[in-house]
């Protein structure tokens, strides 16, 4: 058979050849890609010309182009569509690529050339996005090791490689469990208690499986979370909740415990490499928060109220189910959501069935699409021309409103399948750069709904349309990124404010104004009645306790997991129940992310040691949308123009904590979190 043509080898932008790319294209793709970036990186380290910011820094921010495309290609697709073939060359290119970046990192004379320019740096001359890449550069290199010696250089390029293999294996392991298993709905028995479009959703996951069933629940968290939120057979809730939140802990072949001590304890020998404790010293020096006593602070301004309020909601959920005739004694984890829906439901007349039916994905994502354009005068077009990995995933050109001019391009993968990561994310497959190399950006968001039968609409839950609207603000802070150079664009921010765009955009979901023009029944098409979304607003507290509980105790786990030199040594699953008896976990809840299923922590180290940052942001994005309510107009044009100049835009062009006071004028004020979500004690 004639080997087929790598479209990988010509492709130097523009929309990615998914239809023509296959498996086996990457690893040939990859080593070119490679050896022609380190073909550019010693032509800059061996550069015979005294090092200036042009031929070193702006110079290595310009190289590996067409690596960039490749490798984006390639790890997006493995988390979004991926086969047994295409984890065969994950797992033989992970630890690959970590190489390669170290091979760039501890280049001595590549180092050299860059830290003579940090040295030097207040006499160059240079204006302050410059002088920002050239000190973001610098720290890049000291924390990849660049600045160790002899052997331990060495042995730092050896942890960082098989760290990658780990991260690939814990990864590929919770999905072969989330993929694996289902719950099989056989009869109208097991149907009990499930509203319309939970029924529709199993029916789907079950066509989609290829099971002879009523239908089936799977490990999608758009499934198993209605499923023990409406199913009244507590068997089958305990059933589905167990092995949810054991994926990635189960005896076997994909068994993530022992990775995860792997993986803590090369981390432990990273943090003594670098001369520090412990790996949580290393991770928060790069952080708005900088250490972990700031974090413990700020986690405790949480912690304490949030455990008060989940124990006040306990007591509702025990007097439910004696009203219901069930045993009120104890509330276990998998009765919480039941329990908790059908006191919502007494104490506001709302429950998700009632409400779905206007939240059609359809109306949503114009409606996501209708704010960006209203803040930050964008539009969005449907180019059906661009043919993606997947039937389903719809591919939109972002033009300037006013002018047409080009603003990128995003693709939206909405659609849960065994093939495809748990949970929701954005990434890119182009991120943008400026100046006379223009590039502009190609960005995805990911989520993982459950599709409803074919020629019907897919109904979102309310916590659904907050996720869409979540992973929107990524994907506009990738989209609307105007710097130079491509390692400060977009979402290459610190990562206690990566959050920030994200979790400000949810704020506009539920706005009156949003929700009038955009949520309509998907039958009749009729507007959200008044009383509904005053409903929907009255119950925006509701189980805030619990919400707040199951978060901020996977961020306390985790800041003490990798405070301990002595991790990689312990036993991990004793280590995590002691961490949360320790910190007083309530029996009825769990943490929201048990240890080996912990993407955050083990699929890479981007959120380790920093799973806080998503309080850390909500400090931000609570006190920022007051620049709007202040305003009286959640579209003031004042407060839009500078959150795109100072937030949207800026990259990492600006230090993060100068980037938000241009903006508000001011630090933050923790207590606008704290009233947003109901925690703020009286005075």
């Known amino acids: 058979m004639m080997p087929t043509i790598n479209p990988l080898m010509t492709y130097t932008g523009g929309f990615p050849p998914f239809v023509t790319t296959r498996s086996e294209h990457f690893g040939p793709a990859l080593e070119a890609s490679t050896a022609s970036h380190l073909a550019e990186i010693d032509a800059i380290a061996l550069n015979v010309e005294p090092p ?33 073939e295409l984890q065969a060359v994950e797992r033989e290119w992970s630890p690959k690529l970590a190489a390669h970046d170290s091979r760039i990192y501890l280049n001595d004379a590549l180092f050299g050339r860059v830290d003579a320019l940090f040295n030097k740096r207040a006499d160059l001359g240079l204006d302050a996005e410059s002088l920002r890449l050239l000190e973001r550069v610098h720290l890049d ?321 309310a916590d659904d349309v907050r996720t869409l609207f979540h992973e929107f603000g990524h994907g506009l802070h990738g989209l609307l990124s105007q710097v130079r150079y491509q390692r400060l664009a977009g979402t290459s921010v610190l990562r206690d ?31 959200l009645p008044a009383e509904l979304m005053a409903k929907i607003h009255a119950a925006r507290r509701f189980n805030q306790g619990f919400e707040a509980v199951e978060y901020t105790s996977s961020a306390l786990v985790d800041l003490a997991l990798h405070q301990r030199a002595d991790a990689g040594s312990l036993d991990l699953a004793q280590f995590q129940a002691d961490a949360l008896a320790a910190i007083g976990m309530p029996n009825s809840i769990r943490m929201r992310h048990h240890l080996p299923h912990f993407g955050h922590l083990f699929s890479g180290d981007g959120y380790a040691s920093q799973y806080y940052v998503y309080l850390w942001a909500e400090t931000l994005d609570a006190d920022a949308f007051g620049a709007f309510t202040e305003a009286n107009d959640v579209f003031d044009a004042a407060s839009a123009k500078a959150l795109l100049k100072h937030i949207y835009s800026a990259g990492n062009s600006v230090e993060p904590g100068a980037a938000y006071r241009a903006f508000r004028g001011r630090n933050p004020d923790v207590n606008a979190m704290l009233r947003k979500k109901g925690l703020l004690t009286p005075a």
Not at 181 to 189: D, I, N, P, R
Not at 514 to 525: F, I, M, P
């Open 141 to 461: 290199f000291t924390r990849a090791g660049a600045k160790l010696v002899g052997a331990q250089k060495q042995r730092y390029g050896q942890i960082v490689e098989r760290l990658a293999a780990l991260y690939t294996e814990f990864s590929q392991n919770v999905l072969a469990d989330e993929s694996a298993w289902t719950l099989a709905l056989t009869s109208e028995a097991d149907l009990a208690g499930l509203p319309e479009f939970v029924r529709e959703g199993a029916t789907s996951a079950a066509k989609q499986r290829g099971v002879s069933a009523l239908g089936v629940i799977t490990l999608s968290r758009s499934l198993v979370v209605p499923f023990l939120t409406f199913s009244s057979r507590r068997d089958l809730r305990e059933h589905a909740y167990t092995a949810w939140v054991n994926r990635g802990g189960n005896a076997g072949a994909h068994n993530n415990w022992p990775i995860c001590q792997q993986i803590m304890a090369l981390r432990q020998e990273l943090a003594a490499l670098h001369g520090v404790a412990n790996f949580s010293i290393y991770q928060l020096a790069d952080t708005m928060a900088q250490t972990a006593e700031a974090v413990h602070e700020l986690l405790q301004k949480v912690w304490t109220p949030a455990k008060a309020l989940a124990a006040r909601e306990c007591e509702a959920l025990k007097g439910m189910a004696a009203s219901l005739g069930a045993d009120a004694s104890d509330i276990a984890p998998w009765d919480w959501r039941y329990y908790a829906e059908k006191v919502r439901v007494a104490r506001f007349a709302l429950d998700d069935a009632q409400v779905k039916p206007y939240f059609s994905l359809d109306r949503m994502t114009q409606a996501m699409f209708d704010v960006a354009g209203r803040l930050f005068g964008i539009e969005f077009r449907a180019n059906p021309i661009h043919e993606a990995y997947q039937a389903d995933v719809a591919a939109y050109d972002v033009v300037h409103t006013a002018t047409g001019e080009a603003v990128g391009t995003f693709l939206a993968d909405n659609f849960s399948r065994q093939t495809k990561r748990g949970g929701a994310w954005m990434s890119d497959y182009r991120s943008q750069r400026g100046g006379a190399t223009k590039v502009l950006p190609i960005i995805v968001n990911n989520n993982n709904f459950a599709q409803a039968p074919s020629g019907q609409a897919t109904l979102l839950s």
């Open 497 to 527: 404010f990566v959050e920030l765009p994200s979790q400000l955009f949810e704020h506009w979901a539920f706005t009156p104004e949003v929700l009038a023009k955009h949520a309509r029944h998907v039958d009749t098409g009729a507007e």
């Open 52 to 84: 200036s910011f042009a031929n070193t820094v702006e110079a290595m921010d310009l190289a590996g182009e067409h690596l960039g495309l490749v490798s984006r290609m390639f790890s997006n697709l493995t988390l979004s569509e991926t086969s047994p």
